[in-house]
């Protein structure tokens, strides 16, 4: 398993912490992940409000990026598949293919900017979630296998968000999403049952109409009340779920705090790597609830100690 | 007297040679920036010509609830000429790009595209509601122009100068402080400052071609 890895802005900045997780459980589990040299922003949600051509040709360029690199690394060098933590960057990375593959003006266009570069947009790169690699190239099993600290006892509700399954659903139900259930229970967790795991946090409005955000993060936190922590596959989801959760619960007539992490940040945990180095300290709203329950993984375990490095060999 | 000084910068106001009286401009050249904004709707129209006002879209947007038009009654809106109504309505400034209405729309428009496609077009509109609302995509793309990677606190500085309300900061003021405490704040530089000039600029001459 080789990847050519896509952080994206946030990775590099408020949401590290993800970076840090994904880069460790992924080498955990075998795989090879390498940054792409040279990568710039993909645009996130804006630039679409602001330039069509730019939509597409920020994006490409980082895909091209990818396939120039392959092309010099021999003529049999196979494209890797690009590697995409953050939902709103795998979103305009995919849909470079999905339209201007069926739109040659488009792509004549992509390709007459990427010029300036001397770069070409093939398309021969496949553009893949995080969360798809993880359920479908790794699998449950190998993640069951990694573990040696099971999180038992912690209810986890999995929250998707919009972007990596809509509009354009490649690896799961866009409407009711359970793609993240395996894996969940191979780190020997519980998934909480609830119907907000695919519900809007209101993405950037929170910058831009914040009394309208705060409502629809103040749904899903009510709604997550009975679990121990969320756990988020896109830094915007993440921010917006745990950076206002005083103002989004009063919106809403009141609750209790809910914990935040990423899905990488609690396979970690499992896995049994160390805390700093999953950057947990950056997390904005651990519970007292949730680390109580997370701090027994080990008492569960008693073969098991902490360690940077643990040994086992992926299948 | 002449009105248009009214919006002209002061030093242009001042200067002596302005005779000219603009009354005697003769008949309407064709305004450029008015038919980019036409051609911006079109490609709107075009979008949601399908549409068969069934209500799905509003059924399952999120934001329904804050939006002056609902999106079903915009695209109507839009198909049958009321394209001032649709400009100066908020509905489209938000949507959070959840696509709930693209996946849902039984005739499969691109929903979510055709509010971006608004946004877009509210741009070569222009006006006071326009700059407020826009500011935020603005200062996002000028930021990845410059940087060639987004940097949040550099963002969120520019975006407060363009919002020019001295009190919008103090709304994220608590936040930007836990942030600075986590380290997920900060002005460092970017690597690939520059990076991306030529791309803008050869994306600029080319969305500039009429």
Request: contains cysteine; glycine residues 8%; charged residues 25%.
């Amino acid at each position: 398993m080789k990847y050519a890895y896509y952080p994206g802005c946030s990775l590099t900045e408020s949401a590290r912490e993800y970076d840090a997780s994904t880069r460790l459980v992924m080498a955990d589990l075998g795989a090879q992940v390498e940054e792409i040299e040279d990568w710039t922003c993909c645009g996130a949600s804006a630039v679409e409000s602001v330039s069509r051509l730019l939509t597409y040709t920020l994006p490409a360029r980082n895909l091209a990026l990818v396939e120039r690199a392959a092309a010099s690394a021999g003529r049999d060098a196979r494209v890797p598949d690009v590697l995409v933590p953050c939902a709103a960057c795998y979103l305009n990375l995919l849909r470079v293919g999905e339209e201007a593959g069926r739109d040659r003006a488009l792509a004549g266009n992509i390709n007459e900017v990427l010029a300036v570069e001397d770069m070409h947009w093939s398309g021969a790169a496949r553009v893949r979630h995080l969360l798809d690699v993880l359920v479908n190239d790794v699998g449950a099993d190998a993640v069951r296998e990694a573990v040696i600290a099971p999180l038992k006892g912690l209810v986890v509700a999995p929250y998707y968000g919009c972007q990596i399954l809509r509009p354009y659903p490649k690896f799961d139900d866009p409407e009711h999403p359970r793609s993240m259930e395996p894996l969940i229970e191979a780190l020997g967790a519980e998934t909480y049952a609830w119907s907000s795991g695919a519900r809007c946090c209101g993405a950037s409005l929170m910058a831009t109409k914040k009394e309208v955000a705060l409502r629809s993060t103040g749904r899903i936190l009510l709604d997550a009340q009975g679990a121990d922590v969320i756990v988020t596959v896109c830094p915007m989801c993440q921010m917006n779920l745990e950076a206002y959760q005083s103002e989004a619960l009063a919106a809403v007539g009141g609750g209790e705090r809910v914990a935040v992490a990423y899905l990488p940040q609690l396979m970690g945990l499992a896995f049994g790597l160390d805390e700093e180095a999953l950057l947990l300290a950056r997390n904005m709203e651990l519970t007292r609830r949730f680390r109580d329950k997370v701090a027994r993984r080990f008492a569960d375990a008693p073969q098991a100690e902490p360690q940077a490095e643990p040994e086992t060999e992926p299948a | 007297m002449a009105p248009a000084t009214e919006h002209a910068d002061a030093a242009t106001a001042k200067a002596p040679e302005a005779p000219r009286a603009p009354a005697a401009a003769p008949a309407p050249a064709p305004d450029p920036r008015a038919q980019a904004l036409e051609a911006a709707l079109d490609e709107v129209r075009h979008m949601v010509a399908g549409c068969m006002q069934c209500g799905t879209c509003s059924a399952s947007c999120p934001n329904q609830f804050a939006m002056d038009l609902t999106p079903r009654r915009m695209w109507r809106l839009l198909l049958h000429g009321y394209a001032d109504e649709v400009m100066d309505s908020k509905t489209f400034y938000l949507c959070s790009s959840c696509y709930g209405c693209t996946l849902r729309c039984p005739r499969g428009l691109p929903l979510t595209r055709a509010m971006a496609a608004l946004k877009r077009a509210s741009i070569l509109r222009g006006g006071p509601g326009q700059r407020r609302h826009g500011a935020f995509y603005a200062t996002f793309v000028d930021n990845v122009r410059r940087l060639g990677r987004v940097n949040e606190t550099d963002l969120m500085a520019h975006y407060f100068v363009a919002l020019r309300d001295p009190l919008a900061p103090f709304s994220f003021m608590p936040l930007g402080l836990r942030m600075l405490a986590k380290g997920k704040a900060g002005l460092h530089g970017s690597p690939q400052r520059g990076r991306l000039g030529p791309l803008f600029a050869k994306v600029r001459e080319m969305e500039e071609k009429p």
